[in-house]
């Protein structure tokens, strides 16, 4: 099954655990668990709120290489003028 969303990888960069997360949100570490595993997915207010605790723009939590997504973002400005 292809990731939804990268909620594992950017606690791994963050360094910061699945346990740190679910006491943060006030839930379980097995739902934190699920949503590492793409098992399940949160809401749209939740994923908020987990980008908000780990200071990442929600995006961050979608785009398997947001680093270069931020680079060709850029690049397109360049090469458009702005």
């Given amino acids: 099954m292809e990731d ?30 699920k949503w590492c595993t793409n098992s399940s997915q949160p809401d749209l207010a939740t994923i908020l709120k987990i980008a908000d605790l780990l200071e990442v723009d929600i995006r961050e939590l979608f785009v398997r290489e947001y680093k270069q997504y931020l680079l060709s973002q850029e690049l397109e400005k360049t090469n458009s003028g702005e």
């Fill in 4 to 33: 939804i969303n990268r909620i594992k990888m950017v606690l791994f960069e963050k360094k910061k655990t699945a346990r740190w997360l679910a006491g943060e949100m006030g839930v379980t570490p097995s739902t934190v668990s």
